[in-house]
């Protein structure tokens, strides 16, 4: 069983820096692509950043050059360190592991950007 539990969201203002921090549980984490999501208020859940297993790492347009995507697959967790933050970043972020077809996603951490 795989479980997924976000740390590090909060309110912020605009310019400052937040870090995600998604530990998890369960023995396919070195085999897996880990990724946040965010969902803001009436829109979908989009993609804002992956880490596959290999390292490769791929970033929504809008946060390229200020979020950077990391894993420690000892400690089984992986971290968005966020910088620069605006308004529309805004949003509940979760963190997602895929594997073997499947995925898992964690409860979601609220981040609010706002002066």
């Known amino acids: 069983q795989v479980q997924l539990v976000e740390s590090g969201g909060g309110l912020v203002q605009p310019g400052g820096s937040l870090r995600l921090s998604c530990a998890a549980s369960?023995?396919?984490?070195?085999?897996?692509?880990m990724a946040w999501y965010r969902q803001a208020p009436g829109k979908q859940r989009e993609l804002v950043a992956e880490?596959?297993?290999?390292?490769?790492?791929n970033y929504e347009d809008s946060v390229k050059g200020r979020f950077s995507i990391s894993r420690d697959n000892a400690k089984r967790t992986v971290n968005l360190q966020m910088n620069d933050l605006k308004p529309e970043d805004t949003a509940v972020y979760y963190c997602?592991?895929?594997?073997?077809?499947?995925?898992?996603w964690g409860q979601g951490t609220q981040v609010t950007v706002s002066s």
């Open positions: 997602n592991l895929f594997v073997v077809g499947i995925n898992y």
């Open positions: 880490i596959t297993h290999g390292g490769i790492t």
């Open positions: 369960g023995t396919f984490f070195s085999f897996a692509t």
